[in-house]
């Protein structure tokens, strides 16, 4: 006994309307078991708008704002000043938001929010792209997917550009916790999450969140492919707390090819092709191994963890 | 207490004496001085307040429309650009029934630049779902920050207000302004207590998808609501009276307009000029009268229906036109009055946009073309007043 370490409250009800295989909706659950019951949560425009169900129906069992798409960063900055200021600092704010509404349209809130110290936790629930729409691509989306705004014409036309990184930009804004998550390691992200609660500040958690309608991969194979996106390297485990890295898991590299193959997203890409983007993969990698050693070479000459925001 | 204080010091004042417990705001010229009052106030430890510095009024809106969800009062303050900026939060904030008062200098819209008083930036918002109000001095942009709280936060109305003050004008010229005790606006105005708000004791979802089966009743519990505004903007006003001994006419404030000829119809500052020249025409024997459309939304209807009874001719003074139509005071006074028998003439002047300086003369000006065109017939529904250079008279 004490083995497991997922809590077995439930602050999801049955009953909401993700699609079948929805790696987002295993997020929020997971989520919620490690935030607990004193919890407000911050949702824009993305899957999770309507994944809760239509009015008056409502699958979580903790507090929802719905809010406009841009805006996630700004409204748990309202909703953390409004409950400081009834004094409840010990209730949690967490902002729940698609790739697309963080690392584009809400990108400038969540900049600000982050800068000003809120005391919150901001969660990319990252499907690669916009899925609420339609599967459009985002800044988020890998290169060489399709999408339907990224489609694979008679020309090539799939997405040309790399997928951007917000841990890094994260970690530039000297946010105090900032992790990768993955909903088919629910003990790290559960872990992540209860250790996110106790760091004062904004706090920033990216969950990969696999998409099985815009990924074109199969529905009962959601938790096998987010296991292979960690074992291939794509999708490194790792946190960095004040500055400091630490890559959670250090899997030896399984097949990139049978990742690729299990999403019709990337069927039609050419091999060399494929080849490029795994060794860049790889270099990705090896970069991060060398930032963990070398924050781990700071924390050692006193340079870090950097100190947190002012309580 | 009585303190020479421009607009945007009385406005800072205002939003103090209400107790705001989350300012959210970003600066834009010429709204910066309010949030540096504010600032000052919580720096000397007057105000209790979190006052969070958003990156955008976007956010500022959006910051507001979480925290008053959240069950707290909530304040900001912006201008033209910045207010076009929230265009999307201000009618989240509406719709979402959240009581926010902000205050906005009325500024010009820009392309080319211009920082000078305007009123195309409010009434862009128009349609956004929040009561306006068009202050003409700084007493009153004081006391309608406290009245549009008390307004905004009825159970029954539950719908946030603008007030708006000319830039300039208003925002950076000194009056004298009395502040009211903090004991009498307590009394007052109540502190805000929500039926409902984010609470994990007491867990809601809000603004979550509807279907087409419900939406419409949520728009028309909103118009119901604006309806009752429309009284209730007069009663806190009269009630205001009581405590503090100010009042400005609830909708339409009537000057002089008992056994008027001629009216004339203004908003904001230009209302000001405008009652010293019907001053001045009344010294000489004229009848007429100003009426002050001091509340746009609601709109008066009724009032400007009473109003229009026995005069000959109305004109209207407009400080912004809408593309392709008319003034907007203008297109709502038209359309107030059409199916009425009693129709008086009716035209639209166009009258210091930009920060147009709006002297006696030019209402006089305004005056005498109105009683011309009463007697001799309408030479054109609208007049550019002042026009001048290219596309102008001179």
Redesign the interface.
Known sequence: MGRFTIPTDEHMRSGHVACQGCGAAHAMRYALKAMGEDTIVSIPACCWAVIPGVWPNQNLKVPLLYTAFEVTGASISGIRAALDFQGKDDVQVMGWAGDGGTADIGIQALSGMVERGTNVIYVMYDNEAYMNTGIQRSSSTPVGAWTTTTPVGSTQFWEADEKKDMVDIMVAHKAPYVATASVAYPEDMIRKFQKAKTIHGPKFIQVYAPCPTGWRSDPSRTIELAKMAVSTHLWPLFEVDHGVYTINQKPQKTDFMAYVRMQGRFRHLPEDFLKDWERKMDARWETLLEKERFSKELEEKGLLPFPGPHE | MRKVITGNHAAAYGAKLSRP??I?AYPITPQTTVVEYIADFIADGELD??F?????E???M???????????R?FTASSAHGLALMH??LM?AAAARLPIVMVNINRAMGPPWSIWADHQDSIAQRDTGWMQIYCENNQEVLDTTIMSYRVSESSDILMPSMLTEDAFYLSHTVEPVDIPDQELVDEFLPSYEPRYK???DE?????????PD?FLEFRYLMAKAYDTAKERIVEVDREFEKTFGRSYGGLVEHYRTEDADYLLVASGTNSSTTREVVDQLRNEGEKVGMARVRVFRPFPVDDVRALAKGVKAIGVIDRTYTYGAFGPFYTEILAALYGQEERPLLKNYLVGIGGRDVRPRDIRDVYKNLVKVSREGLDEEMTWHGLVGPGGDA
Not at chain 2, 64 to 72: D, E, L
Not at chain 2, 203 to 211: A, C, K, N, R, T
């Open positions: 417990g989350v959210a307040c979190k969070i510095k958003v990156e955008s976007h956010s500022a959006s910051a507001c429309i979480s925290a008053q969800n959240t069950g707290v909530s999307e939060m989240w984010l609470d994990v867990p809601y979802g809000f603004g979550s998808l509807v279907m419900n």
